[in-house]
């Protein structure tokens, strides 16, 4: 125990701290809750967001197969290697009970193609329109994971300092109030007994 005054005035003190760690520890609980429904609420679209995105590479994979069968290695790879959309990012912060979270929007734009889908099969057109809106759906998916792991870092920090004011400061704050009180009582009796000896002695 951390060695304390015994006075009235560290009382009053203590029992001013007890009050604001009670607060205090009230709030950080209704903060932690909170957080914890928002995580929850996340994950459950990360979950449903994550599906989408695999169903949608799935169906770019195996109609990319098909449609790229006729073609030769070569020409799949230079198909590739010409840039047909740039992407566009913006950038703003939210507030999610005191967690700044970035969310990021992405605007996919066409570029002016070098080549052209005539001199490819029927369907290639489409088939990179679904790696189009596959890696839409990605970007979106990792934008809502990282949200997803800030509030989990807050969610874990604010824990912590719940714990502590649970476990360790206010026990300790109530420990030394009671210990206070004790010798303030203490040194009451003793001096109510010191009082009655004197008039005992002065009659």
Do not use: C, W
């Not at 994950?43 to 599906?51: D, F, G, T, Y």
């Not at 590479?57 to 030769?72: E, G, V, Y």
């Not at 994971?145 to 502590?164: G, Q």
């Amino acid at each position: 125990m951390q060695k304390i005054k015994p006075t009235r005035i560290e009382l009053i003190k203590l029992k001013r701290k007890l009050k604001t760690s009670l607060r205090g520890h009230k709030l950080l609980k209704e903060k932690r809750d909170g957080l914890m429904k928002k995580f929850m609420e996340i994950i459950k679209e990360a979950k449903s967001k994550r599906k989408e995105m695999e169903e949608k590479l799935s169906d770019a994979s195996r109609n990319f197969a098909i449609i790229s069968s006729p073609l030769m290695q070569k020409e799949v790879e230079q198909f590739f290697l010409i840039p047909t959309v740039e992407a566009e990012v913006s950038f703003k912060e939210e507030n999610i009970m005191g967690v700044k979270t970035p969310r990021f929007s992405f605007e996919i734009k066409e570029k002016e193609q070098g080549y052209s889908y005539i001199s490819f099969p029927m369907g290639m057109e489409e088939s990179v329109n679904k790696y189009k809106d596959a890696s839409r759906v990605m970007l979106e998916l990792a934008n809502i994971e990282h949200t997803a792991r800030l509030l989990s870092f807050e969610i874990e920090k604010t824990r912590r300092r719940v714990n502590a004011l649970e476990y360790i400061i206010i026990p300790e704050i109530r420990r030394n109030i009671k210990y206070i009180s004790a010798k303030l009582d203490e040194n009451e009796r003793f001096e109510k007994i010191t009082r009655i000896k004197i008039k005992a002695m002065i009659s």
